[in-house]
């Protein structure tokens, strides 16, 4: 006689992966500092100027407030496991340099200026669009390696747009650089910042081919792997658009961030540090070349070297000669260490540009040297994240457009911001989210959304295997 024992049931089951927290929670309560900061701000130089608190304060703080709201709905919705910090540090600096901007339109000087024109209102209207362009990134760009397939139609748009400004009747000159083109009743548009996002589209796409191709070396000299000759065809390329644009245009800030871009993803998609060296050296000859017989870029030149020379001749009424870098270095060194405090300063001094390309120079003198390591502290970590959204990409395509946007986002900042300080010449250029413009605003809300596309990707746990269909109940039978 046998007897028949049923053992317990038995599947087979699978581990899935460990899912990755959404941090969505992190980036809200962040978010409530990134609007809150700037609401004292204002406050602060409301009381300042005018002793009184800011009648528009709560306005703005339910303005802020309701557009960070909106797009991180938006980021919860559509891309649940993006970046936590991404988010909240670009609202901030977006927030602090809208405050910055109302601060200096109450300045008696520049409202005396026969061009001046209220700068803030206009400033956020841009805010509200760039969030919403950053919106419209997110909901319909569902995968960023779709931009892949569009690897060469992004090369043909972005010299679209790098030709706009010479196109006679819609570009415009504006002191000196002619990167801007005329928009009938929208005002001025800057195609390059639009520019830099397509361009490491392309980049992207074609380096992710033919990286193997660059990887490649001939010959070894001085430590340095030399790149075969014929594959130095794409840097020269690049170069030389890159000089043009800085011969036709004049304008120095777009022609090295172009070029800096495509070198950095070039030595990440390589792995040569000869890529470097190579780039370096011949965006040095470029720009030496040119400053040599170019006016307005020797002249930024002559006021990078000599600043109170250039001063005191725009003081005696020589044309062509600008007070503005002295003046600049000036309100960092009245900043001191602490500044004098927000309302407090004198940076309207530097006139027509002091909300835009000089912005920084207002941050120097009124929170001194603290106020501007906190700033360059917070691009910092944008950059950082950019760069750890390329290290946790799955795949090369992803890689190499975080990396080549956080590079063109670093690029931009320190131009600026080395211009600016009297480090580099000025390019003309705009510190991103602070600055007034619109265009660098709705450009760099792109940006981010970009990258927090591509961090929701990579961060995204794995699909769990499906379950064996063969796992079935086993019945023992022992005799």
Known sequence: MSSTTNTPTHHTSTIGSIGTPSRRNTELALLVFAVVIPVFAYANVGLAINGQVPSGLLSYGLGLGLLAGIAHLVVRKFAPYADPLLLPLATLLNGLGLVAIWRLD???LLQSLPTFVTAAPRQLLYTALGIALFIVVLIFLKDHRVLQRYTYISMFVALVLLILPLVPGLGTDVFGAKIWIKIPGLGTLQPGE?????LAVFFAGYLMVKRDALALASRRFMGLYLPRGRDLGPI????A????????ETDLGTSLLFFGMFVIMLYVATERTSWIVFGLLMSAVGAVGVASFEPHIQQRVDAWLDPMGEYMLSRQGV???SEQAMQALWAFGSGGTLGS????GHSELIRFAANSDFILATFGEELGLAGVMAILLIYGLIVERGVRTALAARDPFGKLLAIGLSGAFALQVF???GG???LIPLTGMTMPFLAYGGSSVLANWALIGILLRISDTARRPAPSPAPNPDAEMTQVVRP
């Open 106 to 108: 109450q300045s008696k």
């Open 415 to 417: 131009v600026v911001a």
């Open 236 to 239: 020269v390329v690049v170069w």
């Open 194 to 198: 639009f520019a830099k996002i397509v």
């Open 341 to 344: 405090g927000w309302g407090q």
């Open 241 to 248: 658009i890159s000089i043009l644009i800085l011969v036709f």
């Open 319 to 321: 044309v062509g000669h």
């Open 420 to 422: 600016v300080m009297g």
